[in-house]
């Protein structure tokens, strides 16, 4: 095990070059902008933009840039600085991370105590109006767009603009350390929006997976014991059923603690996900090589943690 | 020599070669490790060193446990799998060089029949597409209405209503589903036929059926047949010569009337006695003799004779040196130092001996 | 002395979208401790729906159970969830046919004994796992203590068995069913079973419901069997009358059609024409008239019941043939003789339907001509 634990995590870095790699060559080959030209002020001249070039080191080959910029990483742990903020690209994530951070784990949890309760019921029911009604809700859920719903919610629901004032809007997020009540109050509608798709998308796996768990002959032993039905149901059917959503789960938490792009951006919360976004619109590239690392890094360790936790849960599976 | 004796020669010339000869098979499947470089660390081996003839028109049935290579065997002989080692000639000649068109030959004159009907069918196919698939692929019968004439006749040799041309196997019972697998062997009417395992997921009643279709199937095209099953009343029921396979090896082969009179391998006796009897008066009769334990894992087998472990007889050569497989008398070769006495056999079992 | 399980009427039908599936129909049976019953008959002829009614595992919105199944002074059909429960696992104890499939991929087989025991006993996990311990000691499995704390996929599939017996056994049940216990196992492994179950039962009393296809198997370990068609039971003796008198075509048909091992190769096996029928439209009559060689005009019309034979009281039998002439049958079958060579001793020599099925004598138009050496046509 800590041998395979090892050789993952030499992958690991290895992906991480191959995707800082691609990104800086995609941001070349296709700039969004040139950050010389938007740093240069409302009257740019071309002396200052190509001395803007010489300090931003844009001037130098693509490869010289990329070495150095690899090397401040391995080395120094140092990606750079932006070119907007003039700031550290390290220091800019971690002060954004925390938002981040409060908005997955507050999704994940309330989509879980949705998905997973919603799920086991129409299983055990299938093809009862209860279980009709919400797999039709769910596919609703499944269907709207992130913006969509986050927009329709503040229009029904926010305490500035909306029809009825009950949450907090946009651009109300607070950190958890300076008022825990108010962050509270300010993710509750993000969270919201951001875990319905997947509360619903979570039920139906699950929904699914144990339909099939409880026609196994496990199940039948597991009744022949003389178990009470909802031990079955728990302890035999959902125990095998959820340990695949173990993994989806992985993977969704690792690509939303890379920023939750959408949801950030509609609800104006200052994560990782709305400096990518701003970071795009301004041909950051330091930025935008320093979220893309830390999504890719998130997704990376997420798979890793999913494989190892997967071999705790079935221990059919063994890793050397 | 005369001419007539050298024309007997001759005739018999073709009978005295066997069809099919296999020397010293051997397929390992690897088991490896690593996730960017395989290194491999072991292997299963599921045929270990088998060695056996099989004469035109005789039925030589293949019987073991779980893990005994008998499945296996099956696969190399219709080149399904390719050999780790050792030989499979077919009228004399080695299947391994056949490439390109010599394999279709190949494949037109030895078919196989599988054990489970339902997954051996493609779902999406009619019944006579399924069956005339062979003569698709060896551009056979292309002239109009010559298939689907030639695929019904088929059909109702092998007990197949022939109006059910246009059908899925999904209408079909597991019996009939059988037969549809029989058809498509028989259809290009090959020399050699093997039956993995082919009645052991029907029901009781179905089996005879099958069991009693391929025999006047085997008389009426002098079929060379290799029946391979775990059931030893089957194979006594179907087989002129049986090999029995332990863990990759041969450990006895003899003529049926020999191999269930009077077995001489331990594992052959213990097999035999294990056999449930429908018969009460003669199940209380029988000294039952229990093997301790399960077949050890092919991946890992016991030194020497492989048998040692379970073996009732077992001394400490056993375990040291590997017997050979050679002449017991009446016919039966074994692979045993210490082979069963007529005594023991009687006191064992003493329906096999009389 | 009452039996100790009483199965009347016992009729379970499924509602599918097929139509109705009346997978049993009227069955009746006794097990008394101590003793052993084999229930035989192929896939489809309800002897696994019986069983599982018993222990209430086939009660769903869409089936539908009458008659009535006593044991220990209790109707277990009109028994509630929570009391067949408690019955379930402590007096009643059932294994199954693949005790991979049928064990928690995801516990620890001591685990699984332990959650059995203290399901029905309230008793401490120590005890508990002492308890296990000893369990799979008592169905031998080696190195018990090892053994508790390995899954079930490190178990080979002998071991698997005993460790579901084993299970099975915890709370001590007076009756056993046993589901095809045998069937997924290798031969050497399956007598190693039946020697165990056989050897339990001696030490623990209980009493044995064995349902399995194979002959053999219940000729080895039963003292009474019942033979399943489509639902019913079309003959019920004990063990020994079965196998010496059967009286019932099938069961001949049944026997006569298994390639024996005491048998010295010989002619073609008789098999039964034809296949199960279907449980959703049943023939009319004797249900196995469709299949019967010895059918006559009345049995397509009239549904036979399940009487005693006239001289024994023990000996039950669902045909409308005369007993007399059922006897010459069977002599005649016991002697080797073919089905359609007796078939006149029936009597008015109304013709079965052709056994299209099972024709598989060579005929005159077969087209190709053998060839032994040339190859394809």
Partial sequence: MGRYIIRRLLWAVV???????????????LPSADPAVLRAGRSPNPALIAHIRHVLGLDRPIYVQYWLYIKGVLLHFNFGYSYQYSLPVRSLIFQRLPATISLTVGAVIVWLLLGIPVGIISAIRPRTWMDRMTMGVSLLAISAPVYWLGLVGLFLFANDIGVVHIFDGA??????????????????????????????????????????????????????????????????????????????????????????????????????????????????????????????FFIVIANLIVDILYAYLDPRVRYT | M???????????????????????????????????????????????????????????GLVGETGCGKSTTARLLVRLLDPTGGQVLFEGEDIAKRKGDGLKALHREVQMIFQDPYSSLNPRKTVGSVIAEPFAIHRMLTEKGARKRRVQELMDRVGLNPEHYNRYPHEFSGGQRQRIGVARAIALDPKLLVADEPVSALDVSIQAQVLNLLRSLQHEFNLTLIFIAHDLSVVRHMCDRVAVMYLGKVVELAPNEALYGYPRHPYTGALLSAVPVPDPAQSRRRGRQLLSGDVPSPANPPSACRFHTRCPKAQEVCSVDEPPLEDKGAGSVAACHFPLTREEVHRQDPVAAE | MSPLLEVEDLRVSFDTEDGVVHAVDGVSYQVDTGKTLGIVGESGSGKTVSSLTTLGLTRSRSTRISGRIVFGGRDLLTASTDELRRIRGSEIAMIFQDPLSSLHPFYKVGHQLVEAIRIHRDVSKSAARKRAMDLVELVGIPDPKRRVDQYPHEFSGGMRQRAMIAMALANEPKLL?????????????????????????????????????????????TDEICVMYAGRIVEHASTDEIFDAPEHPYTWGLLTSIPRLDQQRGDDLVPISGRPPSLIQRPSGCFFHPRCPYVQKRHRTV?????????????????????????????GLKAGRDPTSLRQLAGDGYPSRAPAVASTAPRAETPEVPSSGTGGP
């Avoid at chain 3, 549904?303 to 002599?331: F, K, M, Y």
């Fill in chain 2, 2 to 60: 005369t001419t007539t004796e050298q024309r007997a020669t001759a005739s018999t010339g073709t009978t005295a070669t066997p069809l099919l000869e296999v020397r010293d098979l051997v397929k390992h499947f690897p088991i490896t490790r690593g996730i960017v470089f395989q290194r491999k660390i072991g292997a299963v081996k599921a045929v270990d060193g088998v060695s056996f003839e099989v004469k035109r028109g005789e039925t030589l």
């Fill in chain 3, 177 to 221: 069913i046993a589901d095809e216990p045998t069937t997924a196992l290798d031969v050497t492994v399956q007598a190693q079973i039946l020697a165990l179950l056989q050897d339990l039962q001696d030490r623990l009393g209980m009493a044995i419901i064995i349902i399995t296809h194979d002959l053999g198997v219940v000729a080895e370990i």
């Fill in chain 1, 15 to 29: 992906v991480l070059i191959i995707v800082s790699a691609v990104t800086f060559i995609i941001f070349y080959a």
């Fill in chain 1, 171 to 296: 651009d109300t997020y607070t950190g958890l350390t300076a008022n825990p009540g108010r962050w509270f109050g300010s993710l509750i509608m993000p969270w919201m929006v951001l875990a319905a798709s997947f509360a619903a998308f979570y039920a139906r796996l699950l929904r699914a997976n144990l339909i099939e768990t409880m026609s196994e002959d496990y199940i039948r032993t597991a009744r022949a014991k003389g178990l009470p039905e909802w031990r079955v149901i728990l302890k035999h059917g959902v125990r095998s059923a959820i340990t695949p959503i173990v993994t989806v789960l992985g993977l969704d938490i690792g690509i939303l603690m890379g920023g939750a792009v959408l949801t950030e951006t509609v609800f104006d919360i200052p994560g990782v996900g709305r400096l990518a976004y701003d970071g795009i619109q301004n041909a950051d590239l330091p930025i935008i090589q320093g979220t893309v690392m830390l999504g890719a």
């Fill in chain 3, 303 to 331: 549904d036979p019941p399940l009487v005693s034979l006239p001289d024994n009281g023990r000996h039950q039998v669902a045909c409308l043939l005369e007993p007399t002439i059922r006897r010459q049958i069977w002599n």
